[in-house]
């Protein structure tokens, strides 16, 4: 299958380690990954922060740069980025774009996908032949939990990894308080919300606390960071590209990424 | 002239959905309806539902209505109660209190004196626990069943219904209505519940298997 | 208390701000919302600024935890044992968007239906209107005290402070308003309104403020329960006149109703010689039959209870039984201001369940009162803006409201008519950007875009980010930022930008061997297994797995 491959302005420029490894492990189980290199950013900020004009261009340059016909399917590591392209862009493109535009969005929000949606629903699988042989927690993220009602599927795969040692994150499905520019706007909350989520995070004992946002990483880890927690994030990409062949090493938890 | 505050709330919601250009809906009624479940069933749910919201529930066959009234006043020392005119007479036979029927003319104030007060009941729903009373002449008016703090209720097995579809539909939608599901009940303080704050902190029920 | 005339609104469809009053030279009016400075429908502070306060709060902090979590845990329980609950909430949330669209017509029947079984039927544009008509009908009767249900539509205009201001003294008698009252408090919660007292405070409150009560009195729950009761049966045997609101009004035969646990409800319903309801336009129901679908929905999703103690339903007068005098006071308020917005007109549904508060992580931190207004959480945060405008002043604080949500989407699920909150806050959000001109802000989100849709500048840019890798420590860590980011660093850390990025990555060398090497290890790889049933089917089949869904804690209500 050739597959369009959506970094995200985050993941491409702070977080490229889980956008090599969803590279990678798309390759690995051999399927043709393809890069448009004038893709750059969805536009998310933007509309979560109220504003829907700016964003226009850059939901038009997602929709011509993905738009390419002989791209099957359009794959994402980001929830809330998928998320936005599947029920932002048309409320973009219904009140301040174009018929080009309207169609565009159309087209290729039907075969835009979220990491863990692609494996399982559209590819079909489970078991991607990982091995990490780590203590790992998974946190849902809120897009991807309630807007792309992607279920237990990130924890189907995590359950197939060989050699993982998967523990329930207490409150699981409770935000982490980041939400974009809330984290900035409502920094006492958002703060409160985080200090939660790192004390659940921390009971469990894991190495890892995995997610299949980065953006949330970057909220937990940078939380995790601060009080020193031993626990390092990873983003989901990274632990099922690992294998007994090419072995991720668990980097050091002050470095979050 | 000056237009009157109907004409422009009325002109203001013809204005706002002149703008807001809604989407027609259809109102698709597919939730669970009609049920029916059998006798042994609908008591079994109903008599955990009440048990559940901490009222009493006593059992029995038509012909010891009399007696299972009786038991359930004297458990609770009620000496002094209070009737709606259309209560079958029968019903109090075994119990040797004094008896107030009440009629519209008789204060609030006055029901407060009564230990209890015995009612029948409209319908009830067993999947919620909860007795539907509807003013008929053995329910009496609100008042009655509202201010004793001991409320016995009688309820048919006939009239208990599965689910609250089957209870709606059998309301008389102009009868002043009450529901009830179980002792009047607060969680207003760090909440934790308590029975019984301004309406009877004791509930009997009495259960007719075979009326 | 300032006042000014309804300011030009341009968020609104037509931009012209006219206040609507019918339709002028036969083109639809916007509809005006509530007049500024009237009611309960704007704080006084922008909610971080508000929210900050009430974080330092621990007790509140404490309290707000095991009340939001317990509640949480009912409404589950007893949502979850219906098989037909999503069929429910998709049939509740189909009435009420019908009864919007309905709306004229279905009120006219209730006024119809109300007036022919005895009762009078009053309209109120707003607040003040609605506050005059309840004052003229109390004093009509002679009192000057009035029994109060529990009410959201009269704290949101302030009844009881304009009673008060005419001599005629409102007495709350459900436990939690009462215990708000008596404190000169406000209320926190839509269902328990003094969640952030504890057992303690609420003792000394009664006990200084309940006239002849023990100065014994302890602070276990039940005993301060009876307190309440004899202090307030003396107020429902004597006083002539009552003062509600109501869950539902049904068009069809002009029956009212109140929801409630306490039995405070039916005796205001039941001993008065004078009931008078307000009741907001938004909240009639076409049918009689409609309560079967929500009187299933509002109790399981408020208090997690299978159903309430109590329900009353009263149509018009009924001689013998209850009040010989009734009264309905529709409200609009800014209902109609609502009503004219294709996407925020939703909120209108709200039946006020209080199940978005009980799962909201911002409100479970914050409280209630951070949000300035009658109505707090997830629905207050998108219904206030709209009733009461949140840019009718400089730096109003309503603005700040749908900014106060991570939309997590937590109470869209939670939501027993299918609200979608994140999307009315993301909508409203939207309507204050276009409101607020040329911004900071603004003109640094136009940057963005400007760099982002060009992607030779974005790679530009993303080059120009990486000297910040100088402001990290040795651990590649950045600890601090300036303003505006300075909210963010003074909780978390935050990575430093990395060596490369991924597209650099990509169309480098090292990125192309990487993929080689990945796709030469799947090849072997499936070659070794020879081709394993698990791969490349439809993945349809893993569904059946026996262990799909054990263990896992996070499945949606949805997929129930």
Not at chain 1, 234 to 246: D, K, M, N, S, V
Not at chain 2, 155 to 166: F, H, I, N, Q, R
Not at chain 3, 509 to 529: I, M, P, V, W, Y
Request: charged content about 25%.
């Amino acid at each position: 299958m050739r597959i369009g491959l959506f970094a995200t302005c985050l993941g491409d420029t702070l977080f490229p380690d889980a956008v090599k490894a969803t590279a990678v492990l798309l390759t690995r189980l051999g399927h043709d990954v393809v890069f448009p290199p004038g893709q750059t950013c969805c536009g998310q900020m933007h509309v979560n922060t109220g504003y829907q004009r700016e964003p226009v261009p850059l939901v038009r340059n997602f929709a011509d740069q993905f738009g390419d016909p002989s791209l099957d399917a359009v794959v994402m590591p980001s929830g809330s980025c998928a998320g936005s392209v599947r029920h932002q862009h048309e409320i973009v493109a219904d009140r301040y774009g174009d018929e080009a535009l309207r169609a565009g969005v159309a087209a290729v929000k039907a075969k835009t996908y979220e990491l863990s949606e692609l494996l399982v629903d559209v590819l079909g699988v489970t078991d991607v032949g990982a091995w990490f042989p780590h203590r790992v927690t998974y946190h849902p993220t809120c897009h991807s939990l309630r807007m792309l009602r992607v279920g237990d599927k990130p924890l189907r795969l995590l359950r197939a990894v060989d050699g993982i040692d998967l523990v329930e994150l207490p409150q699981a499905d409770a935000c982490c308080g980041f939400g974009g520019t809330f984290a900035l706007k409502n920094a006492g909350t958002s703060a409160a919300m985080l200090q939660d989520k790192t004390d659940h995070v921390r009971s469990t004992g894991a190495d890892v606390c995995t997610a299949g946002d980065s953006s949330c990483l970057m909220h937990i880890g940078g939380g995790l960071s601060r009080i020193k927690a031993g626990t390092r994030t990873l983003h989901l990409a990274q632990i099922l590209a690992a294998t007994r062949t090419a072995p991720l090493p668990l980097p050091q938890p002050e470095a979050a990424r | 002239m000056t237009a009157t505050a109907r004409e422009t709330v009325l002109g203001r919601i013809r204005d706002a959905l002149a703008l807001a250009d809604p989407r027609e809906v259809t109102v698709e009624r597919a939730y669970r309806t009609g049920r029916t479940l059998p006798d042994a069933q609908r008591l079994e749910l109903l008599t955990d539902r009440l048990v559940d919201y901490k009222a009493r529930v006593r059992v029995c066959t038509a012909d010891r209505t009399a007696r299972t009234v009786a038991e359930a006043l004297s458990a609770r020392g009620a000496r002094r109660i209070g009737v709606p005119a259309g209560l079958d007479p029968e019903w109090l036979a075994a119990f040797d209190g004094e008896v107030l029927e009440d009629s519209a003319g008789i204060p609030a104030p006055r029901l407060g004196d009564l230990d209890g007060v015995v009612t029948a009941s409209a319908v009830t729903c067993a999947e919620t626990g909860t007795i539907f009373l509807d003013g008929s002449p053995d329910q009496g008016r609100r008042a009655l069943s509202l201010v004793p703090d001991l409320h016995v209720c009688v309820v048919d097995l006939s009239s208990v219904v599965a689910g609250v579809p089957e209870a709606v539909a059998r309301l008389v939608p102009e009868r002043p209505t009450t529901l009830i599901s179980g002792p009047s009940a607060t969680s207003d303080i760090e909440l934790e519940r308590v029975e019984g704050v301004h309406g009877p902190r004791t509930l009997e029920v009495i259960v007719r298997t075979d009326a | 208390m300032s006042s000014s005339p309804t300011r030009p609104d341009p968020t609104h469809p037509d931009g012209s701000g006219r206040s609507g009053g019918g339709t002028f030279l036969g083109l639809p009016a916007v509809p005006p919302r509530s007049p500024y400075g009237t009611g309960n429908l704007r704080g006084d502070r922008a909610f971080p600024r508000a929210a900050r306060e009430e974080l330092g709060n621990e007790q509140l902090r404490r309290n707000l935890t095991r009340a939001t979590h317990t509640i949480r845990g009912k409404r589950l329980a007893v949502t979850g044992e219906l098989p037909d609950w999503e069929r429910l909430r998709e049939a509740g949330s189909a009435i009420k968007t019908d009864t919007m669209n309905r709306l004229p017509e279905l009120l006219e029947e209730l006024e119809r239906k109300v007036t022919e079984r005895g009762g009078t039927v009053h309209w109120a544009r707003d607040g003040v209107e609605a506050n005059e008509i309840v004052t003229r009908l109390v004093e009509a009767t002679g009192s000057d005290e009035v029994i109060k249900v529990k009410s959201m539509a009269t704290q949101e205009i302030g009844l009881n402070e304009h009673l008060e201001s005419r001599g005629i003294a409102a007495h709350e008698t459900d436990l939690a308003e009462l215990i708000v009252q008596l404190a000169g408090d406000k209320p926190s919660h839509i269902l328990v309104p003094a969640i952030h007292r504890n057992r303690e405070e609420i003792r000394d409150i009664f006990r200084d403020r309940i006239p002849g009560v023990d100065p014994g009195l302890d602070a276990v729950p039940a005993h301060l329960a009876a307190a309440a009761r004899a202090y307030l049966r003396e107020k429902f045997m004597t006083v002539p006149v009552a003062v509600s609101g109501a869950n539902f009004g049904i068009a069809e035969t002009g029956t009212l109703s109140v929801v409630e646990s306490e039995g405070n409800g039916r005796m205001c319903l039941t001993l008065p010689r004078t009931l008078i309801t307000v009741m907001g336009i938004e909240k009639v129901l076409p049918r009689y039959r409609d309560l079967e679908v929500f009187l299933q929905l509002l109790p399981r999703s408020s208090t997690g209870e299978r159903m309430n103690p109590y329900t009353s339903l009263w149509t018009g007068v009924t001689p013998g039984d209850g009040p010989e005098e009734f009264h309905l006071v529709l409200l609009d308020n800014g209902r109609t201001a609502a009503l004219a917005d294709r996407i925020g007109r939703e909120a209108l549904n709200c039946i006020r369940c209080s199940a978005c508060l009980n799962v909201c992580p911002v409100y479970e931190r914050t409280g209630g009162h951070a949000y300035g207004s009658t109505y707090p959480g997830p629905i207050g945060a998108v219904l206030t803006p709209q009733l009461a405008g949140m840019d009718a002043a400089k730096n109003d604080p309503n603005s700040s409201l749908p900014y106060a949500s991570s939309l997590c989407g937590a109470c869209f699920d939670a939501c027993p008519v299918k609200i979608d909150i994140p999307s009315l806050l993301v909508e409203l959000r939207h309507q204050h950007t276009e409101q607020a001109g040329t911004t900071a802000e603004k003109l640094a989100m136009k940057a963005a875009a400007a760099v982002m849709s060009r992607p030779q500048l974005f790679t530009a840019a993303q080059k120009a980010a990486a000297p910040a890798r100088l402001v990290a420590g040795r651990d590649k860590v950045i600890s601090r930022l300036p303003p505006p980011f300075d909210g963010w660093t003074d909780s978390r850390d935050l990575p430093a930008p990395p060596r490369q990025t991924f597209r650099s990555w990509m169309a480098s060398e090292e990125g192309a061997a990487a993929l080689r090497a990945a796709a030469e290890e799947g090849r072997r790889s499936r070659d070794g297994r020879g081709g394993r049933p698990d791969d490349g089917h439809d993945g349809k089949h893993d569904d059946d797995r026996p262990d799909g869904r054990h263990g896992d804690p996070h499945h949606g209500e949805e997929e129930r």
